[in-house]
């Protein structure tokens, strides 16, 4: 019965910034890997970071420089720094629990390692 929750959503200028929440309840937070994906209309949904178990972070390169991945285990929460944003990061962002905690410095894993998603919170960034 694990369950994400992603909040912090919404429309901003280019520019920009946003900060995601995911709070996740139901599964070992300290223990487990969290990833942020994101997918725009008609597109795949593609791994934008992760965090891992050991605090360890991993970002796509699309976002290298721009986003900051952070983990608070008190609260059972992962956040998602934005900043600078542009119209290609637009869409719904997702985020999802590895118990295994595959993300490491060098490795960002792709949907398939992930077993609980929440249901995605939208962000666009428009002129």
């Known amino acids: 019965q694990s369950q994400l929750l992603e909040s912090g959503g919404g429309s901003v200028q280019p520019g920009g910034s946003l900060r995601l929440s995911c709070v996740a309840s139901?599964?070992?937070?300290?223990?487990?890997?969290i990833g942020w994906f994101r997918q725009a209309p008609g597109k795949e949904r593609e791994a934008v970071s992760c965090?891992?178990?050991?605090?360890?972070?991993n970002y796509a390169d699309s976002v290298k420089g721009r986003f900051t991945i952070s983990r608070d285990n008190a609260k059972n929460t992962v956040y998602l720094q934005m900043d600078s944003l542009n119209v290609e990061d637009t869409g719904v962002y997702y985020c999802a629990a590895d118990p295994y905690s595959v993300c490491g410095s060098y490795y960002l894993p792709g949907t398939a390692l992930y077993n609980y998603w929440g249901p995605g919170t939208q962000v666009t960034v428009s002129s």
């Open positions: 139901g599964l070992t937070f300290d223990t487990a890997g």
């Open positions: 965090i891992g178990s050991v605090n360890n972070p």
